[in-house]
C-alpha cells in the first residue's frame, strides 16, 4: 500500500508511494474525492475482496496515512474503480465500524474515528530502508514475490514463537494446524 503524496494526511517519506488502487488485475484506478486512500486488489490473493478492503484500511491507519476524520472513499467510487458489487464494499465498511474504526454518516461518507498502534515516523522511516534492502537482498538471491513472503511469513512466526506472543484471534489455531514455523 502507499500513500498520496498530494495529500495532506500522507506523512510519508521520499522513498513512499501513494495507497494505490486498481481493478482486479491489479491497475491503478480513480480515487473518490477528499479520499486519502486507494484501494487495490489481488485476485489471486485468496484473500475474499471485502477483507482485501478491511486490510488496506487496517495497514493505513498502522502507518499513519488515515488519522481520525479521514473520508473513505465513496461506495460508488469504490464500486467505480474496482468493478465490484457495492454489497462488497458495504460489507467491508461495516466491517470497519463493527471494529470501532470507521463511521458512517448518512449523506456524507465514511470517516475514520479511530486509528491503530503506530509507529513513529522516524522510526518507520527507518525500518522501511531496512525493510527495502531486505529486499533487494532477497531478490538478489534469486527469491520471487511468493518466496520472499513465504520467508517472511516463517521468519515472522518463528519471531512470535521465539518471544512467546500469539496475536489475539489466532490463539491455538497455529498449534492445532501443525504449521508452525512453516510458511
Known amino acids: 500500500m502507499t500513500i498520496d503524496k498530494g495529500s495532506s494526511q500522507a506523512g510519508g517519506s521520499a522513498g513512499d508511494s501513494p495507497p494505490t488502487s486498481g481493478g482486479r488485475d491489479g491497475s491503478a484506478a480513480g480515487r473518490g474525492p477528499g479520499s486519502a486512500i486507494e484501494f487495490r486488489l489481488d485476485a489471486a ?30 461506495v460508488r467510487d ?12 458495504l460489507k467491508a465498511y461495516r466491517e470497519l465500524d463493527t471494529k470501532g474504526l470507521t463511521a458512517g454518516r448518512p449523506g456524507q461518507g465514511t ?24 529486499l533487494a537482498t532477497a531478490d538478489a538471491a534469486g527469491l520471487d514475490e511468493d518466496g520472499i513472503v513465504a520467508l517472511f511469513t516463517s521468519a515472522l512466526r518463528d519471531f512470535r514463537g521465539v518471544r512467546g506472543v500469539v496475536p489475539p484471534g489466532k490463539q491455538g489455531r497455529e498449534r492445532r494446524s501443525g504449521t508452525e514455523g512453516v510458511a
Open 78 to 89: 469504490v464500486v467505480a474503480s474496482l468493478a465490484i458489487n457495492p454489497n462488497t464494499v
Open 111 to 134: 470517516f475514520v474515528q479511530a486509528t491503530l498502534n503506530q509507529v513513529a515516523l522516524p522510526e518507520l522511516t527507518a525500518l522501511h530502508r531496512s525493510l527495502l534492502g531486505w
Open 45 to 74: 490473493s485468496g484473500v475474499p475482496t471485502y477483507l482485501q478492503l478491511v486490510h488496506q484500511v487496517e495497514h493505513a491507519l498502522r502507518l499513519g496515512y488515515l488519522k481520525p476524520g479521514d473520508q473513505l472513499p465513496r
